[in-house]
């Protein structure tokens, strides 16, 4: 049976930052450095172990602001009309191709919502 993530658990929670850094083509050490991390401390909360804080998530949001990476997306995995399309789309394209196959990756991350539709 296929255990289920707590959409705003760490597991989670690292999963989108993962597949965020991914869909940037950023390094694991680059995205540290933007969240004024240790990279020790990103592969920690990329793996999980531990759930990025609030400072670091906001500095994160304002640096990668051009994209509308957002508190929303991190801590709840809910995708915001801020947030651009190519975004959107590598995120999706990873998530497929992480999907498990016996492996140790999740697709889903958990929260993940289609993008809203303009009315």
């Known amino acids: 049976m296929r255990k289920i993530l707590d959409p705003m658990g760490p597991p989670a929670i690292g ?15 680059a995205m ?11 592969n920690n909360c990329e793996r999980g172990a531990d759930r990025i804080g609030l400072s670091a998530a906001l ?7 051009e994209h509308g990476v957002g508190l929303d997306w ?3 995995g809910i995708i915001t009309r801020e947030m651009s399309e ?34």
């Open 59 to 65: 500095r994160l949001c304002v640096t990668l602001a």
């Open 32 to 42: 540290a450095k933007l969240a004024a991390m240790t990279p020790q401390g990103w």
């Open 15 to 29: 999963e989108r930052l993962r597949v965020t850094r991914e869909a940037l083509g950023h390094t694991q050490a």
């Open 86 to 119: 190519a975004l959107v789309r590598k995120i999706a394209q990873i998530q497929v191709l992480s999907k498990p196959s016996g492996g140790r990756r999740s697709h889903h991350a958990g929260g993940e919502n289609p993008r809203p539709t303009a009315e």
């Open 74 to 76: 991190i801590y709840r």
